[in-house]
Structures are given as structure tokens and as C-alpha cells.
RNA sequence: GCUGGCGUAGCUCAACGGUAGAGCAGCUGAUUUGUAAUCAGCAGGUUGUAGGUUCAAAUCCUAUCGCCAGCUCCA
């Protein structure tokens, strides 16, 4: 009479006595070492859980995303267990579940070796072979505290303090107990790969006010072969490293005599940069931007007025004061220089909307723990514009940018990107401008935007810019983290400050609005990303050489010399190997300098007057004349743009 | 800024208390070579910097600068 109905995944109705544990119904899936957990109407819960009501099953395997976060996060409760037996006193925190892996913050008054590491590694394999069985019990908030509390763990205690709930669940595997939501694989032995993978120090609760934890990160995967082939992307990643592959490939240079965040772009580099700024530069004039240069250096009373010094002191240089007590700052955004220059003249309706841009270096102060290659400076040249125009115009305007946007990512061949809509959080009156009216129409515009285009977004509270929302595309790196590229930002903050104005149809003086939008961001981090995206084999278009002619032997330097002068004559970038070494020698060298085309010139080719072109890569191009091989490069790099 | 790891020749690395070494790159010479490394010789260093311990320091200790992994922050 105490039954209940329970669908089972296949579709199956059966029906069991109320409290009948999901591993008793069907016995087969307990000793399946796939499948580590099962949903009850979609929620997920232990293969233990006792059932209660009618309800619908699914199973959760292991190498499903929901499996495999229910794998790490028993791997992090594994390896707190192993790290408590190891060394007693060490106080438990938290320990989540993050991309690829876990971590668990530990307080311990110092912090772990990497031979301790080893340790706690040997541990867990010990403690995942014994099989223990991990089970879940509930109980009452005050006897957990309680329990927490005779246990030493004050970092449980306060989490549990901060619970709403008044029961909360416990796991138990072996002599080991810990808070947890859940849930977790059957018994340690379902885990079977993993490896630890850094120690770091972490703030308790994420804030540099509060102490220091020991963190330490570990990532676990169904099988030996799937955390192998784990660790072998990783390495590949590495090798793709825009801060190894800018020093191979001799692109740029940190160098702590000028030092750190400041970083020197070598010839071959500073050629990639100067092809991308006239890129930009051209797609931008050829949309009705109009380009401006203005001073890197600026009064501070100009920060004052535009509010960057109450919201962005922090990341600002202090001031350089002179005799005459003027005090001067480098700017950290071009911002109020483009605004001054909108404030030059007298606006029409007629004359909106006005689109100014600059390739603008601006400098920040980040903190040294924060710098890091190319992608995190202290003085770096912004893909800047700013759009001054009336507010019906602010969707065609933004449509506009994405437009941009999408050509711009196509030409660099960018396809894994997303549209992020920030916005402000609309509790936090601290750090976004308190005005309700205001955000909320700008957040309107920029959603309308979007659906112009037809694109879907996700959206984030709390990661506008103080002044207005914004829409961020998030491009994801080769490791799979996204990061924001370009960005369009509303702002109707800045024009109340600096009182921008237009004369309207009707003869009024009223505030026009502003757009900031970054298109290839900074030029420093484009480059960082662009050496990823292409680890170092830069399209022709882009790459700083685009032919390396090479010799059988020196009796044809005269005939290679000539091509070399042919070619660099019509534009293309050449550079000619005269060294008196083997040919596979200078190959090979064009080949790991990832130079698009090697030309080869041997005997054959000085008696036919033509070139054996070489592609990177090995595949070789049946010999040509010069003339015929300049259109082949041109109708490559149009292919590349595009334009084929 | 904080926690931890690491700084040796231009580059990649060895030496881990007992006279700093290799490969590549560089220079010189020989070789005249057909699609990813021809051979030989030469040269190259106050071991990031500054102190300290020691008969003796690249090696141990302290401070400092920088790099790396995280935390925090972000274009």
C-alpha cells in the first residue's frame, strides 16, 4: 500500500515500496562503474538515495558533464581526506568543482611541498584503492555546527553558519566526514585518474582582507587514457604560448632593465603590429570613423572631471607635479581627450553621429602579481573609438560595431566567439552610477542591438563598466578560457559630466550619448591572442616575413638576388638566405621561423628564370616565374581577406 | 600586493659546498651542397643583484629585482 511509481530511464513504470534505495531497484547499475549518480526529476543525488515519492530516474555516467563533475568534486573530498590523515590539524574549507578539475582550500599554517604533493597523491591512490563507501546522512544545522565545532573545523562552522537550511547533508567515507551538498560516486574506487596539479594561495571567501588558505588544484577524468590525453593538450597549449612563440619567433621583448609590463616590439613583431593598426585603421575610415592623435599625457583635473579618478585611482600613475604645482598624469583611456575634442565645435543633430577613433597608448598600473606576456601590460595602444550620438540612434550605432565586429573576426578567421551583455548590478550603488532610469534604457538599447543582428548573448549582473552596460564578445583561448576582445559600451554618464551638448531641430541644447567600443582591443593583447590562435603560423597577410628565398649553393646568390628585389619591389615581405650552408638547412630554418613560403632557386631555376616555391608545411609548389608567383601570393592573401 | 616555485653563456639545459659544462646560435676556415640540422677550430659567464655563513658558495641563509602558477584585479 506504501508504494510508489518510479520511472525508470528506459521508460519503464515500476513500483516500489516507499524508501526503496535507488541502487536496490536496479541492482545491475550498482556494480556498473559507469554510472556514478542518477537524477530524480532532473536533480541529481546519490546512487544511495532512498525514494520518497513518484518520480522519474536518469542516470548520470561518469563521462557525461554531470558525471564528471560529481567524479571531481569526490576526488576533491579524496584528497582533503587523504591531506587530513596526512597531516592532522589542517582545517578543511571549501573545495568546488572548476573546468577540467578541483581544488580544496585548506588552512595549515604553512603551506604544501611539492614533495608533499607526492605525498598526498600516494594517499589518495591508497585510499581509492581501499573502495571505501561513501555515504550520505542528514542532519539538523545545530548539531553540525556542533559536530564541526568538537572537530576543530571553524571554516565548516562558518559556512554552515551561513546556511539557510535547517538540515544539511554529510558524507562519510572511511573515518573521513565532511559538509557537502553532493553527490558523490558510490565508494572511493570509482575514481580512478587523477593527478594534482599546483599549489597556490587563496583568500578565504575570495578577499585579500581576509587570511590566506592553501589551495590545491588537482583535475580527475574516468580514465588513465582521458587524464593523459588531458595532460598532453596542456602541453600542447604550451607550446602555443604567445610568450615562448614571441621569443622563438623574435616578435617582442620584456625586459626588466625597462621594466616588467612594458613591453619592446622587436622588428618582426612590430611589423605584425603595423600591419593590424593599418588594417583597423583603413576598415574604420572606409566606416565613417575619422582618426584623431592626442597626447598621452594630461592634466589630472581632467581625470577629476570625468570620474576615472574616484573609479580608477587605483590603476592610474600618480601624478607628476611641477614647479607651477600643474600636476600631470599619464592617462589610463583616451576617453576625455576624444570628448575635449567633441567640445572643440559646435554640434548639429545633422552632424551626429561623430565617430572618433585613435590608436591610443595609455598606460595602467597593475599590480606585479597581475602582469603576465603581452596580455596583461602596464602601457599598451587601444583600438579606441568613441561615438557621440543621439539617442534614437544608439541601436543603428551599436549595430553598426557588431557589424564591425563580425567582419573584423571573420578577415583574423575567428569563428569560437560569444556575446556577453553586462550589466550593472543593481544593488551594488557603489561601484555602477546611481540612476535607475538611465540603466535601464541603455540596457534596453543594447538588447535591441543584439536582436538586430540575430545573435544570442548571455547575460552577466554586475560586470558593466561603472558608467553604463555593455556588450563584450568573449573569445575563447586555446586553453578554452574566454576573454574579452572587443566591447561596446554605453555611456550617458560621461556627457552629463563634461556637458556635452547638440543643437537639436528645435533650436535646443541637449546631451548627446556616447559609445566607447574596442574593436582588436589592445594591440599587445591582440598579438598575444593572434600568436595563439595561429600558434606563430601567421596567415601571409599577416606574417612579418612572407618569403624566405633560399639557394642550392652560392652560384645562384645573383639570380636569388634579383628575385629577392623583384618580390620586395612589388611589396611583399622578403628576406634572402646568402649563408653558405646545405639547402635542407635553410629550409629547416624557414620552416621553424614559420615563414609562409620558402623559394628555392637551384640551376633549374636560374636557367628557366622561375622559383620552386616551398609552402610551410613541406608542400611544394611546381616551379613558376616570379610574376606568375607574385599573383598566386595575391590571390592567397585575398582569399585569406576574404575578397576571392 | 599576497602564497608557492624558479632565475647558470644569445637560446635550451647540466653541475646541487671543493677549479662553472654541453647542445644549438655566433665567429673563422674547409665543403658547393636540390626541400627539416656538412665538418673542424675559436670565442662566449663576477651563476639576476646586494649582503651574510664557510678554509671554500651557482649550491646554504637574508634582503632585493624579475619570471612562472594561482589568489585579487582586468583591455
Not at 405 to 430: H, T
Not at 509 to 517: L, T
Request: glycine content about 6%; proline content about 5%; hydrophobic content about 40%.
Amino acid at each position: 500500500m506504501d508504494s510508489i511509481h518510479v520511472t525508470l530511464p528506459d521508460g519503464k513504470v515500476v513500483e516500489v515500496q516507499r524508501g526503496t534505495r535507488i541502487d536496490e531497484i536496479t541492482p545491475a547499475i550498482a556494480t556498473n562503474g559507469n554510472i556514478v549518480a542518477a537524477k530524480i526529476d532532473g536533480r541529481p543525488v546519490d546512487l544511495s538515495r532512498r525514494l520518497d515519492s513518484d518520480c522519474s530516474l536518469a542516470w548520470v555516467s561518469i563521462d557525461s558533464p554531470d558525471g564528471l563533475d560529481v567524479l571531481r568534486h569526490s576526488t576533491a573530498h579524496l584528497m582533503a581526506q587523504a591531506v587530513q590523515s596526512l597531516f592532522p590539524g589542517t582545517q578543511v574549507t571549501i573545495g568546488p568543482t572548476i573546468e577540467d578539475g578541483f581544488y580544496y582550500d585548506f588552512k595549515r599554517d604553512r603551506s604544501f611541498t611539492p614533495e608533499e604533493i607526492e605525498k598526498i597523491e600516494a594517499r589518495m591512490e591508497e585510499i581509492a584503492k581501499a573502495n571505501l563507501k561513501v555515504t550520505r546522512e542528514e542532519m539538523l544545522r545545530s548539531q553540525a555546527i556542533e559536530l564541526f565545532r568538537r572537530m576543530g573545523e571553524d571554516y565548516k562552522v562558518a559556512i554552515i553558519e551561513d546556511l539557510p537550511d535547517e538540515v544539511v547533508s554529510l558524507y562519510r567515507q572511511g573515518d573521513w566526514v565532511d559538509l557537502c551538498r553532493g553527490p558523490h560516486v558510490p565508494s572511493t574506487g570509482a575514481i580512478k585518474a587523477f593527478k594534482l596539479t599546483g599549489v597556490a594561495g587563496a583568500y578565504w571567501r575570495g578577499n585579500e582582507k581576509n587570511e590566506m588558505l592553501q589551495r590545491i588544484y588537482g583535475t580527475a577524468w574516468p580514465t588513465r587514457q582521458a587524464l593523459k590525453e588531458h595532460l598532453r593538450l596542456l602541453e600542447e597549449a604550451k607550446k602555443r604560448d604567445h610568450r615562448k612563440l614571441g621569443q622563438e619567433l623574435g616578435l617582442f621583448m620584456i625586459s626588466d632593465v625597462v621594466g616588467p609590463g612594458l613591453p619592446i616590439w622587436l622588428p618582426k613583431g612590430a611589423m605584425v603590429r603595423s600591419i593590424l593598426e593599418r588594417y583597423i585603421v583603413d576598415i574604420e575610415r572606409s566606416m565613417g570613423y575619422q582618426h584623431v592623435n592626442t597626447p598621452q599625457l594630461a592634466r589630472v583635473d581632467l581625470y577629476k572631471r570625468s570620474g576615472h579618478w574616484d573609479h580608477f585611482k587605483e590603476n592610474m600613475y600618480p601624478p607628476m607635479e611641477f614647479e607651477n604645482k600643474e600636476e600631470l598624469v599619464l592617462r589610463p583611456m583616451n576617453c576625455p581627450h576624444h570628448i575635449t575634442i567633441y567640445k572643440h565645435g559646435l554640434h548639429s543633430y545633422r552632424d551626429l553621429p561623430v565617430r572618433l577613433a585613435e590608436l591610443g597608448t595609455m598606460y595602467r598600473y597593475e599590480r606585479s602579481g597581475a602582469l603576465s606576456g603581452l596580455s596583461r601590460v602596464r602601457a599598451m595602444t587601444l583600438n579606441d573609438a568613441h561615438i557621440f550620438c543621439l539617442p534614437e540612434q544608439i541601436q543603428a550605432e551599436t549595430v553598426g560595431v557588431l557589424r564591425l565586429i563580425q567582419r573584423v573576426y571573420r578577415d583574423f578567421g575567428l569563428k569560437d566567439y560569444w556575446y556577453r551583455l553586462s550589466l550593472r548590478n543593481p544593488m551594488d550603488k557603489a561601484n555602477f552610477v546611481d540612476n535607475d532610469a538611465m540603466w535601464d534604457g541603455a540596457e534596453g538599447y543594447l538588447r535591441q542591438a543584439l536582436d538586430e543582428v540575430g545573435v544570442s548573448f548571455k547575460e552577466a549582473v554586475g560586470e558593466a563598466a561603472y558608467y553604463g552596460p555593455k556588450i563584450d564578445v568573449q573569445l575563447n583561448d586555446v586553453l578554452g578560457h574566454s576573454e574579452t576582445l572587443s566591447t561596446v559600451q554605453l555611456d550617458f554618464y560621461l556627457p552629463e559630466r563634461f556637458e556635452l551638448e547638440y543643437v537639436d531641430r528645435d533650436g535646443q541644447y541637449k546631451r548627446p550619448v556616447m559609445i566607447h567600443r574596442g574593436v582588436i582591443s589592445t594591440m599587445e593583447r591582440m598579438m598575444a591572442f593572434l600568436i595563439e590562435h595561429y600558434a606563430g603560423n601567421f596567415p601571409l597577410w599577416l606574417a612579418p616575413v612572407q618569403v624566405k628565398v633560399v639557394t642550392v649553393t652560392d652560384q645562384q646568390l645573383d639570380y636569388a638576388r634579383k628575385v629577392s628585389a623583384e618580390l620586395t619591389a612589388a611589396g611583399w615581405r622578403v628576406e634572402l638566405d646568402e649563408r653558405n650552408e646545405k639547402l635542407g638547412y635553410k629550409i629547416r630554418e624557414a620552416q621553424l621561423a614559420k615563414i609562409p613560403y620558402a623559394v628555392v632557386i637551384g640551376d633549374k631555376e636560374v636557367e628557366a628564370q622561375t622559383v620552386a616555391p616551398r609552402r610551410r608545411g613541406g608542400e611544394n609548389v611546381a616551379p613558376l616565374s616570379v610574376s606568375d608567383f607574385i599573383q598566386r601570393l595575391k590571390f592567397e592573401v585575398a582569399q585569406e581577406r576574404g575578397e576571392a
